[in-house]
């Protein structure tokens, strides 16, 4: 489906997302409306995740943890809702579309030079790419460019490869069988976003690092 | 499949959106609540440090006041040893000393009732021997050895004591004075007519005499005369000698 405003091109990856952006508000509210010291099951489950989270960011990114943590976790969430929603009948992955895939590239390419500069300025932070050499450079440049890049294609070719061999195996063996495809469909769900997110947080973590490491030295 | 620009930006715009719906409505308030928690928990163990070191203060000077209680118990349990053992041997002595003496004054009454069992055992010989000697002498005795003792008794008559001669002429009876004579063996008349005059001559008084026979006397006589007894035979002269025996050994 494809909605044209006055340019502005609507299709289904903007309105799932959307979708997802509103389920996900509402159970943002619903959840954490009254929260508690002594925590239900529920507040335990979403504290839970976010505990979990923060763990994996603080394995990386001691330092700096908490700052990158409302980006690196809404990535881990959206992604696996957003790969997991093509389980629902009628309904397509989000990340299936090469525009969003690399929507999110993007930002996390932004990201990473946004988080840079906060922590070490923009002198240092761009002195980084000339070390150890300035020879360097033109690699370092060549770096950010693929590793956004595939960051993209990854996430958009496995996606996007998973739902069509379901449907070709709908297609080809009838109802039943593209379950196992289904099952495969919901672990590679689950790695790619997990992928994709730890892999932001390595680039964001070494870009707000490695700089540290180096005054260190 | 295509790569849409509109989309493209759409979705940055819409995940800028998302961080920051779910930094508003989920994580702070999360981490809120998770920092509110691990504060409420380190205050929690930091309270039970506390309550430990307390707890560990109070133990460790629990232990100091059961050391010296200990130690205390220990000194009063020496003392009372030591006050046990001299009040032991205090009791002991004291009934040592008494025992002692029970068995000093048992020792004396033992040996005091020997010696009365022995008196009045040498008692009882001494009156057996005066019974033996006068079953042994009863029939060896003859009216002559009563006469031969009538006439010792005449004959010893002026050495009676002063005193007796006295208390008889002090008599004054109304009458004639009684006078009983007692004999083994019946008296010839030459006998009892000595004997009433001397006894007229002793008391100076009329006298009335009157003779009986006593076999018990064995041989001689015995004479009452008012208190007066004057003894002149063989029964009396062996108790006699009894008694002196036991007089003698008494002293």
């Given at each position: 489906m494809v909605i044209d405003v006055t340019g502005i091109v609507i299709d289904s990856a903007i309105l799932t997302t959307w979708g997802i952006m509103a389920v996900l508000s509402i159970f943002a509210w619903l959840t954490t409306r009254r929260l508690e010291l002594f925590p239900g099951a529920?507040?335990?489950c979403v504290e839970g995740i976010i505990a979990a989270i923060d763990e994996a960011i603080l394995a990386v990114a001691p330092d700096h943890g908490r700052q990158i943590?409302?980006?690196?976790?809404?990535?881990?969430?959206?992604?696996?809702?957003?790969?997991?929603?093509?389980?629902?009948?009628?309904?397509?992955?989000?990340?299936?579309?090469?525009?969003?895939?690399?929507?999110?590239?993007?930002?996390?390419?932004?990201?990473?030079?946004?988080f840079g500069i906060k922590t070490h300025g923009l002198k240092k932070y761009l002195h980084?790419?000339?070390?150890?050499?300035?020879?360097?450079?033109?690699?370092?440049?060549?770096?950010?460019?693929?590793?956004?890049?595939?960051?993209?294609?990854?996430?958009?070719g496995n996606i996007m490869s998973l739902e069509m061999a379901a449907m070709l195996i709908l297609l080809v063996a009838g109802f039943l069988a593209p379950i196992p495809i289904l099952m495969l469909h919901i672990i590679e769900a689950l790695v790619q976003a997990y992928i994709f997110g730890m892999l932001a947080l390595i680039y964001l973590a070494g870009a707000m690092q490695s700089q540290q490491l180096n005054a260190q030295e | 499949m295509e790569f849409n620009v509109s989309t493209f930006v759409l979705e940055i715009i819409n995940f800028l959106i998302l961080i920051w719906i779910l930094q508003r409505l989920f994580y702070k308030p999360l981490l809120a609540v998770i920092a509110k928690r691990k504060d409420f928990i380190n205050q929690a163990l930091a309270d039970a440090e506390n309550l430990k070191l307390q707890a560990e203060t109070l133990r460790h000077d629990y232990e100091n006041r059961l050391k010296s209680w200990e130690q205390e118990k220990q000194s009063a349990m020496q003392a009372l040893q030591a006050q046990l053992s001299i009040e032991k041997t205090t009791q002991m002595q004291r009934f040592q000393d008494e025992l002692e003496q029970a068995r000093q004054s048992a020792k004396a009454a033992q040996a005091l009732q020997q010696h009365?069992?022995?008196?009045?055992?040498?008692?009882?010989?001494?009156?057996?021997?005066?019974?033996?000697?006068?079953?042994?002498?009863?029939?060896?005795?003859?009216p002559e050895l009563e006469a031969h003792l009538c006439q010792l008794l005449l004959e010893q008559w002026s050495s009676l004591p002063e005193a007796c001669h006295t208390s008889f002429k002090n008599m004054k009876p109304k009458e004639a004075l009684p006078i009983k004579i007692s004999s083994a063996f019946p008296l010839t008349e030459n006998l009892q007519k000595s004997l009433q005059n001397q006894l007229?001559?002793?008391?100076?008084?009329?006298?009335?005499?009157?003779?009986?026979?006593?076999?018990?006397?064995?041989?001689?006589?015995?004479?009452?005369?008012?208190?007066?007894?004057?003894?002149?035979?063989?029964?009396?002269?062996?108790?006699?000698?009894?008694?002196?025996?036991?007089?003698?050994q008494s002293q």
């Open positions: 529920i507040q335990t943590l409302p980006f690196i976790a809404s990535l881990w969430i959206f992604l696996i809702i957003a790969n997991l929603v093509s389980l629902i009948p009628g309904l397509h992955s989000p990340t299936r579309e090469i525009s969003v895939t690399s929507a999110l590239a993007v930002l996390v390419f932004l990201s990473v030079h946004w980084h790419y000339l070390t150890p050499s300035p020879i360097l450079l033109p690699f370092h440049l060549i770096s950010e460019f693929t590793r956004t890049l595939a960051l993209a294609i990854r996430l958009f | 009365q069992w022995e008196q009045q055992l040498e008692r009882q010989a001494l009156q057996n021997a005066t019974r033996f000697a006068a079953l042994l002498l009863k029939p060896t005795v003859t007229e001559a002793l008391v100076a008084h009329p006298i009335k005499l009157s003779f009986s026979i006593e076999p018990d006397l064995i041989a001689g006589l015995r004479i009452d005369l008012g208190a007066w007894v004057l003894n002149a035979n063989l029964q009396h002269e062996l108790v006699g000698f009894a008694e002196l025996v036991d007089a003698s």
